[in-house]
């Protein structure tokens, strides 16, 4: 049955306000974003409405106990202006694991995908089409229980907003194994995209910058012997160009969708890819011996962001130029050029609108 959505359009435009040529990461929002909400066990009035501030109740839940969870995803344009998301089902179907993770309700994959489609429709004039850059699309959940009992809520929203971005990180970074903070242990919810796991990492970054690096790289909360993922990317490590390594998906780290990409499209050129434990010795010995030749995390918003160097009880380890990297360069070209519709795939990862 189709999804009816009540659309409200804006009657200014900002677009008119936005530097299409000097974009900042995530401080410019399109002029619409998607609201539906969850009353009485379903989901009700979906509707897409001029982008801004909502109104809250100071008890509400999600701001006292957590339940809070989202999504990033990216819109492109293809050469005749056409709108591309990238693996939008594989988002929806991880929200819906994080839901369960919280005890939040799952959202129906079509209603998910009706909000996505129709607000990207209509805001498509939104996506920049400069090199490296795209509209974000963040699609989030929370509780909106008026109560402060601890229980989990019996309301929620499901809101998705969009901003056009350039890169992430628009150069290599320098990361530092971490050693005293822990983001996700065994049975905890690390493999959530909830927003609380990236609150606890806000202190150990900022500690991070304060020493000079750009992101920490999580170890296991037992022994910090294993490195999980950095602050906002999974991670892959590339032992003289051929052994591809990145950590199993062990409960404790996030499902990345880039990092699936990553491991289809390594596979499929013939590259050895492991997903295993990897400890923070073998890197540091990889490193000594010349034999890490290049080391990159994966994520929506990042795409690929090459690691320059990696700090590791007060020494950094200086890795290859970013120029020389084989394995990174071929993955953000061949990504980019699939999410732009430039490089055709078999894999149905690319949907047009
Ligand atoms: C993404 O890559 O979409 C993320 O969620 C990372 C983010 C915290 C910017």
Known sequence: MAISI??????QSRIHLCDFENIEFGKIFSDHMFR????????????IIPYG????????SAIHYGQSIFEGMKAFKNDAGGALLFR???NARRLNV??????????PEELYMAGLTQLVQLDKDWIPTKEGSALYLRPF??????????RPSVNYSFMIFCCPVNSYYPKPIKVKIEEKYVRASSGMAGFAKAAGNYGISMLPSYEAKKEGYDQIIWTDGNSHEYVEESGTTNLFFVVNDQ??????LDGNILAGITRDTCIQLLKEKGYQVEERKIGVQEIIDWCKAGELTDCFGTGTAAIIA???????????YELPEAEQRVVSNYLYNTIYGIQTGKIKESHDWSMPL
Not at 243 to 248: D, M
């Open 6 to 11: 009540k659309i409200s359009k804006t009657t």
């Open 53 to 60: 501030p909502i109104s809250i109740a100071p008890s509400l």
């Open 141 to 150: 959940m929370f509780a909106t229980d008026d109560f402060v009992g601890v």
């Open 243 to 248: 052994l591809v390594l990145t950590p199993k």
């Open 306 to 316: 090459k690691i320059a160097a990696i700090g590791y009880q007060g020494n950094d």
């Open 98 to 107: 994080s839901a369960r993770r919280m005890g939040m309700p799952e959202i």
């Open 88 to 90: 939008p089902r594989d």
């Open 36 to 47: 539906v909400d969850y009353t009485d066990g379903k989901w009700q009035n979906p509707e």
